[in-house]
């Protein structure tokens, strides 16, 4: 926790889903799983008083995600107010979404999903969570979606026209969260997007990322059905799976949401794995600050990306900011072991 005050807000995937369901609830009680105590010992270093989790698989009961809160309680961090809603991952339309000619596979979900609920995502807070307050923005149909660019093959709609009749804009959520930090009201706009690849020529998954982060936009313009957004006193936060200079998909999206004039890029820096990675040849082909980045792929491809955000809206004071990725030593290791993503957090001036 940030101080007396500054509230430290943060978002972190720590890719605890599994393969089927109720898979991640009996490794968090079994006490034995390494990766769930990697993660919970990350969490407890950076002490975040609000966190937004991504990777987490969903139960309608919320037990995975209280046996987590409560691990994290024997760790000393107490985080009475919990939140998640079903994610779009594993929710079966009937149709082939993703044009393999096949029916029933985890890319003709909403969400790339092996069953409903599948890495979703959650909030733990210190402070209370309004939650008949919460706009759900995942229901929203892409092609409703003010400005939308959906994916074409031939000429024609990909892979089909009443596929993308029914296809929603979010792959996993669009959340906006009001959360009561004393008398001030601190809304989050959370999201995870699909990552850029793994298509074809059409760049479905391209277009899709690109739409996903484009949709906070609109959404902060007023440009959705609903109730009028937030003006001030918010932090859009989450996986973004876009990096503004470096990878695939359409940095010049990101690039246009850090410069708007409505948020704060704190760009949070770590002087640790990623600049050894950078000095080790992995990145020969990386553009940007590698002190930037959030990610580690142990792969052939990019290498370390930025793709994990916190962005305060621009009245909120930032005091400081950072990524939990340290240089060497036990937790080095511990952060390894818990995701590839590192979690990314922000120390804001309490108004």
Do not use: C
């Amino acid at each position: 926790m940030a101080g007396a005050d500054t509230l430290r807000v943060a978002s972190y995937n720590t890719e605890l889903s599994r393969r089927g369901p109720g898979l991640l609830l009996g490794a968090i009680l079994g006490g034995k799983d390494e990766q769930v105590a990697a993660v919970v010992q990350v969490i407890a270093a950076a002490r975040p008083d609000i966190l937004v989790l991504q990777g987490v698989d969903y139960d309608a009961e919320g037990r995975a995600l209280a046996a987590l809160a409560d691990r994290l309680g024997r760790a000393g961090l107490a985080y009475p107010h919990r939140f998640a809603l079903a994610p779009n991952r594993g929710v079966r339309t009937g149709l082939d979404l993703d044009g393999d000619g096949r029916l029933g596979g985890p890319g003709d979900a909403q969400g790339f999903g092996y069953f409903t609920g599948q890495e979703g995502m959650a909030i733990l807070s210190r402070f209370p969570i309004r939650a008949d307050a919460v706009r759900d923005l995942s229901g929203l149909i892409w092609a409703d979606m003010p400005g939308a660019v959906l994916p074409m093959r031939a000429g024609r709609p990909f892979p089909t026209a009443a596929a993308q009749a029914v296809q929603r804009l979010s792959t996993t959520g669009h959340w906006d969260v009001p959360v009561q930090v004393g008398a001030t009201v601190l809304h989050l706009l959370a999201y995870h997007a699909t990552p850029p690849v793994f298509d074809g020529p059409e760049d479905r998954n391209g277009l899709r990322n690109r739409d996903e982060l484009r949709l906070w936009l609109r959404y902060l313009e007023g440009a959705l059905p609903g109730p009028p957004p937030p003006r001030d006193r918010f932090v859009l936060l989450g996986d973004a799976n876009l990096d503004p200079v470096d990878g695939d998909g359409h940095g010049a999206a990101m690039r246009a949401l850090l410069a708007d004039p409505r948020l704060t890029d704190p760009a949070p820096r770590s002087a640790g794995g990623r600049a050894a990675a950078w000095q080790g040849g992995a990145n020969a082909a990386h553009r940007g600050d590698p002190a930037l980045d959030i990610a580690d792929w142990d792969d052939d491809g990019p290498g370390n990306l930025r793709v994990d955000y916190v962005l305060p809206s621009a009245d909120l004071a930032v005091v400081g900011a950072g990524v939990l990725w340290p240089d060497g030593g036990p937790l080095a290791e511990t952060v390894a072991v818990a995701s590839r993503h590192r979690l990314v957090w922000v120390d804001i001036a309490l108004p």
